[in-house]
DNA sequence: TGAAAAGTTTGACAATAATCAACAAGGAGG
DNA sequence: CCTCCTTGTTGATTATTGTCAAACTTTTCA
């Protein structure tokens, strides 16, 4: 009934200036008249239903995408038919980085509920960075961060048991709700049981298992999507690869 | 006792003009001045020796590197002091992206064998690709690529059989392979098995025993390093995922 | 409102790959 | 040239997680 409200609320053009995510986001480091030339170029389509596609693998590459409320999933599909979830994007998080190396977005973006992005054309993305060279590093920084952010994944589909992965997951969605300025205690989790499945390379019923297994134990309580931790510090030291990378105190690594 | 000689010829300087790689590498759609520019501020140290550490994680992040020959395995460590390799870079490849988003390496990147590596500084990478969009626009695809390939390997950890992710992994190295000019179906691997099977999560028991199986079936010989494949076609088709994201023909997910 | 669909949970069983252990084969260095 | 040490191979056993099946809950939509 209230969704006609929702999406014309959510649908407000907000220049990057207004925008609580600005410091997540390409914004970060420019001052007041740089951030208007970056307003010019930002389109502000309406928002996108839940399931809808941002894109598809296959479409031609034109834009990279900011989410500004509500989420994103993006995920390959191999020739077999099988998808692997490659991120869940959430507000202040690019989409699309994928799409720049060939022109061609190499996943399907799919929205997981009600969810409004901005939309940068990338050309001319490229061309206001050239004489903006603090934009240009922060799109730099970004891309960099979604290269660190696979490592991670990679390490806790490597390396990790079932246990650890959902752990390691749950803490990075505490980490990105504190970092937006929300609790890292208490969030709401929009993919569904089998998505994390897929992401983190376990069949649902483990998902599932692990989730109980976390409850009796008194970790944390989860109803549906809404998910509270009781003891992060615990959680964090589950999930273990926390702080991947961070040091080389490895003593076996020397040369 | 070749030795001496064959540091001194990998460290030639090479101009990027007249370098074999131009055409994967940075310089990829530079014209001749352009280029020149970019070799003002390419620096070219001398070869890493094997096991020597290009840097460390926790470094602090000044400059990538384009491997000109040889080879680098990047890992990222857990607190447990677990290693988990996100990659090895051949000759063309870019190391050191993974620095750009705090200003610190987040991996070890450290030689496989003797290699021979340019150096760019970013921030003098930063202002040339201001004034030359060609540049700029090639860096962008070289990190989206770094994307995809990381997104080809969560689809092999999070999906694949070990049978599936070693035949991927092998078709994946014959087609980097036949992009600098050799041969797909011969070539010679600098990493061990324990290293392949950091790499594809997977126990190196699990390694050998797929290769000698790999072998039975006629598929490919693979002496210690020496890999030849004879029936490429067919190892294709059992790394199944070797499209991923190409198409969006699974009627599965259409919203 | 009610029925169907989608998502979640739990149990029983099976299988893929890990672990443990031992040995073989190359390569480096005295 | 021979020994040591790293790397690779093979076998036996274990266990973590996947698969199949079924019940239950929530959401969707007519």
Request: glycine letters at 6%.
């Amino acid at each position: 009934m209230a969704s006609d409200k929702i999406i014309s609320i959510s649908n407000i053009k907000v220049a990057c200036g207004d925008c609580s995510l600005k410091s997540l986001c390409l914004p970060l480091g420019l001052n007041r008249e740089e951030m208007h030339r970056l307003d010019q170029i930002i389109k502000r389509p309406r928002p996108l239903q839940r399931e809808q596609f941002l894109y598809r693998a296959g479409d031609t590459f034109r834009s990279i995408y900011v989410v500004r409320s509500g989420s994103i999933k993006t995920y390959t599909t191999t020739k077999s038919g099988e998808q692997q979830i490659t991120g869940f994007h959430l507000p202040g998080e690019i989409v699309g980085l994928d799409g720049v190396s060939v022109d061609i977005y190499s996943c399907n973006a799919q929205a997981l509920e009600m969810t409004s992005i901005c939309q940068v054309p990338f050309n001319r993305l490229e061309e206001l960075a050239s004489s903006l060279p603090g934009l240009q590093h922060q799109l730099h920084r970004l891309m960099s961060k979604e290269l660190l952010a696979d490592h991670e994944v990679l390490l806790q589909l490597g390396k990790m048991s079932a246990e650890e992965r959902l752990a390691a997951f749950l803490v990075n969605l505490s980490n990105r709700s504190a970092q937006r300025g929300y609790s890292p205690h208490e969030f709401n989790i929009s993919m569904t049981r089998t998505d994390i499945g897929n992401y983190l390379g376990l069949a649902v019923e483990t998902i599932s298992r692990q989730f109980t297994h976390f409850q009796e134990v008194g970790l944390l309580e989860a109803a549906r999507k809404h998910i509270r931790i009781i003891d992060l510090p615990k959680l964090r030291s589950l999930a273990g690869g926390e702080a991947p990378c961070e040091s080389n105190s490895n003593p076996k690594v020397q040369a």
